[in-house]
């Protein structure tokens, strides 16, 4: 699909300064490999990491270093380089560069042909782990995002600075397939999509309450991807401290009892239900009114069904495809597909939990896919890219129904 998608499309690939820029020489090949003519556009210090008679090399291109070079201009200026693109990737985009897009700066070429264009713009961040956390970089990158910039990336793993975590650049081949889905196929366009996300809290006074680990991240990201896949999305979430993604509806709840009627509510016209929230199985009995008090040794609490709201909308006529989720700290496979039978579900994602790179709380996941007729498994990878991934494969499924 990314072939085709790529063929005779005009990339412009913005190289920023940053270690993985190296990785930028390898994604022109790629891109061209797909089918795309690559012209690359180098800022200054991108120059310091590698020189642009490399990417000249691989292009097969002049490559683009200054917006005040005469000789430049006349030829291919930044005017006519908008034009020119199809699409514009920066690839790295460090810090620096996603603070001057985030606000419209036009000092050098690159920043002044992505005003420029009216090409689709994507970027796909690499800095040190602490840098991506910062709060002007995360409020940079959700400003670039609710603008409609692509956000590919970055990976988590081991960083050139010795560190590790979530920082480092999509592999080539992982952009080139960003890239290609920018022009490919919606595989979910014109459908309705339920995703539940993060935990749920049950009340045992006005100040005490019994929930989970869930962040919401995993749920959030998949909100995203079908969003991206065309989707028309609404997500239920419990309480999490997440952004909205752009171009995404959501409904927020507390209880496990609130999420099953704001889901019953989203169903009718429903096309694919995506239950990813870590609902509480149980609730207190009853609520106390005032807070309870330190009195004796021991104490009890008795704890009463939840709704299960996976198995309702599974159970509904007619019904969305429906996906659940089951997070196990042994037998995943055993328990996964047990809940799978149950519950009468399409498909199930088994998530181990409790690990340093999948489950709860953590940026990263791996998947254990399982359907009547055979399974599969996804990730180690970024929760977005996992998230990618289930969506393409759900909508591969549910267009074979
Ligand atoms: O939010 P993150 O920090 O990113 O973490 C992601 C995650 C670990 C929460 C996610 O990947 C995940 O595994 N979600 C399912 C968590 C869970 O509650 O699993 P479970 O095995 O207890 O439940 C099985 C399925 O039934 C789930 O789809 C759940 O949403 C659903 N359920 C459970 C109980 C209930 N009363 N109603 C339900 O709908």
């Known amino acids: 699909m990314t072939e085709s998608a790529l063929r005779q499309r005009h990339i412009i690939l913005g190289v920023t300064g940053g270690i993985a820029a190296y990785k930028s020489a390898d994604l022109v090949r790629r891109l061209r490999e797909a089918g795309a003519e690559v012209r690359v556009v180098m800022t200054r210090a991108a120059t310091e990491f590698v020189t642009p008679l490399t990417f000249q090399a691989v292009s097969g291109q002049p490559v683009h270093t200054s917006l005040l070079d005469p000789e430049a201009e006349a030829a291919m200026g930044h005017i006519a380089l908008a034009r020119w693109a199809d699409a514009v990737l920066v690839a790295p985009a460090s810090a620096d560069v996603l603070a001057r897009l985030a606000h419209g ?16 713009l994507a970027v796909a961040p690499a800095m040190n782990r602490v840098m991506w956390l910062h709060p002007a970089v995360r409020d940079n990158v959700s400003l670039l995002e609710r603008r409609g910039v692509a ?7 081991d960083q050139a600075c010795g560190e590790q975590g979530a920082g480092r650049m999509l592999e080539p081949l992982e952009l080139v397939r960003h890239v290609g ?9 014109g459908r309705r999509v339920v995703v539940t996300a993060g935990p749920t809290r049950e009340a045992l006074d006005p100040v005490r309450f019994i929930s989970n680990r869930s962040s919401g991240r995993m749920g959030f ?22 952004e909205t993604p752009p171009g995404v509806r959501r409904t927020d709840v507390e209880t496990a009892g609130e999420m099953h009627d704001a889901v019953q509510a989203l169903l009718d016209g429903c096309d694919l239900f995506i239950g990813c929230a870590a609902v509480a199985d149980y609730r207190p009995a009853q609520v106390a009114s005032g807070k309870i008090k330190k009195r004796e040794q021991q104490m009890q609490v008795e704890l009463e069904r939840n709704p299960d709201i996976l198995a309702s909308v599974a159970a509904a006529s007619p019904r969305p495809f429906t996906v659940g989720f089951a997070a196990e700290t ?12 149950r519950k009468g579900l399409d498909l199930i994602a088994g998530n181990l939990v409790g690990q340093p790179d999948s489950g709860f ?32 494969f759900v909508a591969d499924r549910m267009s074979k129904e």
């Open 105 to 120: 700066q036009a000092n050098d070429l690159l920043t002044t042909l992505c005003l420029a264009t009216e090409a689709p």
């Open 151 to 157: 956000v590919f990336g970055p990976a988590v793993g």
């Open 181 to 189: 889905g920018l022009f490919g196929p919606r595989p979910l366009q």
């Open 221 to 242: 990201a998949l909100a995203a991807a079908a969003r991206d896949a065309g989707a028309d999305v609404e997500l239920v979430s419990g309480p999490v401290a997440l």
């Open 330 to 341: 042994e037998d995943l496979q055993g328990h996964a597909e047990d809940k799978r039978r």
């Open 361 to 392: 709380d953590v940026d990263s996941n791996r998947l254990w896919l399982r359907w009547q007729d055979g399974d599969c498994w996804l990730g180690p990878a970024s929760k977005a890219q996992v998230a990618d991934e289930l969506i393409a």
